[in-house]
């Protein structure tokens, strides 16, 4: 069993001081096991991990990563590998301050590996996560991160707080994010992008809004995102523009009426009071729909008679 070789000697590795020579060795066993591409695979992720932790080699690090990706994409399944990749590649990210790729890979991690991961490591996971979600470029699916158990354990912790914060961004709660921040300006990195946080959820802001609004009803007027988004009147074009450059809604911008006619926004995770108002939509479609159909039986007769 030549991925079983590869585990056992793992151990084997992390007790050889010369980590260079851990390396060369593990270099040694990708020839020996490439009868089992899961065993070659592991060994990659290995040589990975020292460079990283412990030779400080991130270029090594990052083209076993790259070489890696499509390879483990293409498996067709989910192996043993995949959660150590990902790991890595998380590690690897945070370290460079690349927000996005960091929680995308770090999600993707918990997906595989979250029921061996131990107990004592899920609040500094789940804490470097949600700060990832909020400085990432590109991230505006924070539910599926609220609806992963590892939040829970934040609760009773100092960085509690966090999870309220990602609630408010994920709803584009304008007001709540004000309101917080006397804690959320306590991370060095968070006051550093308070700019950036702040354009982020106006757009999610207006993502909900857009969201909330049953599909016929979608004419917003530039006053509402203003008063919604807490912006001047003469940035709330600016801020459509964005959201529909970035791909977050679909719409149509009407400058002399001062309005915005949207026709999607970007699929999320939602959350229960999010979904709670989907239902309360769709109830209401239901019943524009019966009232529509009684109105057609009751107009038959009449119809088939002219």
């Avoid at 757009?203 to 988004?229: V, Y």
């Avoid at 001047?232 to 002399?256: F, H, N, R, S, T």
Wanted: net charge negative; aromatic share 8%; hydrophobic share 45%.
């Amino acid at each position: 069993n030549p991925y079983g070789l590869v585990e056992i000697l793992t151990v084997v590795i992390s007790f050889i001081s010369d980590k260079k020579e851990a390396i060369a060795f593990l270099e040694k066993l990708k020839e020996k096991v490439k009868i089992c591409d899961q065993a070659v695979w592991m060994c990659k992720v290995l040589q990975g991990q020292i460079y990283l932790e412990h030779l400080n080699q991130l270029d090594e690090t990052k083209k076993i990563i790259e070489d890696l990706k499509d390879i483990l994409e293409e498996a067709g399944n989910v192996t043993p590998v995949h959660g150590k990749y990902y790991m890595l590649a998380a590690n690897y990210y945070r370290l460079v301050g690349q927000h996005s790729d960091y929680y995308r890979c770090g999600l993707q991690f918990l997906g595989c590996s979250m029921d061996t991961y131990p107990r004592d490591q899920w609040a500094q996971q789940a804490f470097c996560l949600g700060l990832a979600a909020l400085l990432g470029e590109g991230i505006y699916n924070i539910g599926e991160l609220l609806a992963h158990p590892i939040l829970e354990s934040l609760n009773g912790t100092e960085n509690e707080w966090l999870v309220e914060l990602l609630r408010a961004f994920n709803s584009g709660d304008i007001v709540k994010f004000e309101q917080m921040k006397p804690k959320w300006s306590s991370i060095a990195d968070l006051a550093a992008q308070e700019v950036k946080l702040r354009q982020k959820i106006s757009l999610l802001c207006l993502m909900e809004m857009t969201f909330k609004r049953p599909a016929n009803k979608r004419t917003i007027t530039f006053e509402e995102i203003a008063k919604e988004a807490k912006l001047p009147i003469k940035e709330v074009e600016i801020l459509i523009m964005k959201a529909l450059a970035q791909g977050l809604v679909k719409g149509a911008i009407d400058e002399v009426a001062g309005v915005v006619n949207m026709t999607w926004v970007q699929p999320r995770v939602l959350d229960r009071k999010q979904v709670a108002g989907m239902a309360s939509t769709l109830d209401t479609w239901m019943s524009s729909i019966t009232s529509m159909e009684q109105l057609i039986e009751s107009r038959a007769s009449e119809i088939l008679t002219n």
